[in-house]
């Protein structure tokens, strides 16, 4: 790996952690909530989190762009870097475990390096373009002795799935009469990345959600597409054959 790439995968890593030491203090304390204008939450922890990231890209990459989710775009470059500080901060408000940060490089607009951590549980799923993906505890962010592998399940009657979709819509009623619907207290994306779960489905997101989870996925063997051309803007995440029959599915 390109030494200039090794330290790109660091400094990932070390964005990750300090999301995670920032936010988790707030877990759990009732934190107050504002809504943005997309419907979305927000509370102080995303504010405060997005801060300490910023703040450690303008000391260690002050010449790379960078887009954030609650403050949106700082710079203009070829290296972009973009954040989601706070993952899931509607299931953070409710005291649930599924939320944590995302990180993702970018440079002349492919993906090189991701992380998506799930601080409290301590873990996280990390993977850098053509080397893998891995799944990782925060104390060994760097470890690759548990490589990421999808599911080689192609059927659809047979397939556990999941997914970021309102209980009761088409999407969810179409499929769950087709498969096992399963979901996971910690992440179902992580779930289907380690091959406990076959596949999920989300409908939709924005690119500070979407660029790492794309990349996981796809250094883990598996497809991350979305079958309706955006129509629909719902994603598929999973085994090549079983987000094709997905996508014939809905």
């Known amino acids: 790996m390109d030494p200039k790439l090794q ?32 419907g979305s939450p927000v509370t102080a922890a995303d504010l405060a989190t ?18 954030s989710e609650e403050s949106g775009t700082h710079g203009e470059a070829a290296r972009r870097w973009v954040l989601d ?77 999941g997914g970021y979709v309102p209980s009761g819509s088409d999407s969810h009623v179409t499929l769950s009469t087709r498969m096992t619907w399963v979901s996971d207290p910690v992440s179902i994306f992580g779930a289907v990345l380690e091959g406990s779960v076959d596949a999920m489905i989300d409908d939709g997101g924005q690119v500070w959600d979407l660029a790492p989870r794309k990349l996981l996925v796809t250094e883990a063997g598996g497809s991350f597409r979305d079958p309706h051309g955006a129509r629909r803007r719902e994603l598929c995440a999973g085994p ?11």
């Not at 400094?11 to 920032?22: G, N, P, Q, R, S």
């Not at 090549?240 to 809905?250: D, F, Q, R, S, V």
């Open 7 to 38: 330290d790109d995968v660091r400094l990932a890593h070390e964005l990750a952690d300090i999301a995670d030491k920032t936010s988790l203090p707030y877990f759990g304390q009732g934190v107050a909530h504002q809504t943005k204008g997309d």
């Open 50 to 67: 997005e801060r300490a990231m910023l703040a450690l890209l303008r000391e260690r990459r002050p010449d790379d762009a960078v887009l």
């Open 85 to 161: 500080p706070i993952d899931g901060t509607a299931q953070f408000v409710a005291g649930e475990r599924d939320w944590g940060s995302h990180v993702a490089l970018e440079v002349a607009g492919e993906v090189c390096v991701a992380v998506i951590t799930r601080p409290c549980v301590g873990r996280r799923w990390w993977a850098v373009r053509g080397f893998g993906a891995y799944t990782s505890d925060a104390d060994a962010p760097l470890a690759t002795d548990r490589p990421l592998r999808v599911s080689d399940q192609r059927s659809l009657d047979q397939a556990r799935a």
């Open 240 to 250: 090549g054959k079983l987000t094709e029959a997905l996508g014939i599915g809905l």
